[in-house]
């Protein structure tokens, strides 16, 4: 069995890009997902993105590369990182959610580690996904 791993980071949509290149984001996200078993959830209110994946290890960290190259959003920070049991996502390979109170991200930024994922869990079921 593929050892699964988990990251939940922050980031900052850069000032020279429109709010609709997330829409274009998640659209190439989702068919590069599929095929390497990468499942999760982006939430993003406007400004900020709040984001979840996990999978195998490998594909996970080498997607972590990517998106800290990618120059569509800054101050990338990763508050959780760690090994999984079982998928937390069976549904979709990147399901997205656009909120228009920034509090709740807000709120999850400011902790690391176990705290920031439990949080982040908490707040999924208010998400319209």
Known sequence: MTELHEILYFSQLAPNQPTDVVGQIVARARARNAMEGITGLLVFDGMRFCQHFEGPRRNVLQ?????????????????YEGELLQRRYHAFDLGLAQVEDSEDI???????????????????PRLDI
């Open 63 to 79: 997607l972590m590369e990517r998106l800290e190259a990618d120059p569509r959003h800054v101050q990338m920070r990763v508050v």
């Open 106 to 124: 807000a709120v999850v930024q400011q902790f690391d580690g176990v705290e920031a994922l439990a949080r982040f869990m908490a707040l999924r």
